[in-house]
């Protein structure tokens, strides 16, 4: 089971397929993708980025509040790339979405400065948070938005995991120098409540 939850930072091969189709059909999943994007208060002409995206709730959901801007998203994982792409063949069509296979860090070779950014059950997988946290600060414009939203999943995951999460997670922003670090929760999101953390860079 330890290996199959692996599955969920970077799904490989017919395992992460059929982790993506899970993330994908989960009630809870689209739930928290869509109040993450809420709670960014995107506007139509916004530039944004999500990083791992998975099988492209999020970026869905994005696009559809930006219609004079553009979505960029990044996801390390081939599979989830190929699973995005069709969710949202229309949107990549039309020029309001670009889905990129790669890292974080890849994403500063695009050059471009971004008004909002989230992730969503991604940050619990980086092996170095103060790292990630000043690319996002990099990637932002100044002003700029970022949204890091953690559901507790996996085998023995309990509520009050979020929490805790909430809690190291203000201090990391914190001494990232991000400002007016501000946490949301879910509390009614089943199987177990979400915390988001909002600030801006
Ligand atoms: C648990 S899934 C969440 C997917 C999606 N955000 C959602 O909530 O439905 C985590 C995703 O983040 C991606 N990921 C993890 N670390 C990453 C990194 N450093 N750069 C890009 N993608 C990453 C994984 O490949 C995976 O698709």
Redesign the pocket.
Known sequence: MADFYAQ????VGFPGWLA?KL?ASREG?KR??AWTVDLLDIQPTDLVL??????G??VEWAVAKVTNGLVVG????DV?HGQARRRNQRAIELGHLLLRT???EAAAELGLRFDKAF????AQ??PDPNA?LAQFKALLKPGGRLAITYQP?GHGAKPADADRFAERWRGLLHAGGFRDVQVERLADLKPRPAVCLLAYA
């Open positions: 969920f930072g970077r799904p993506g993330m999943n928290r993708n999500e990083i791992g995206y998975g099988p709730l999020g990044f996801d390390h994982s989830m790669g890292p974080l992730c969503c059950n991604v997988f980086w990630a999943a």
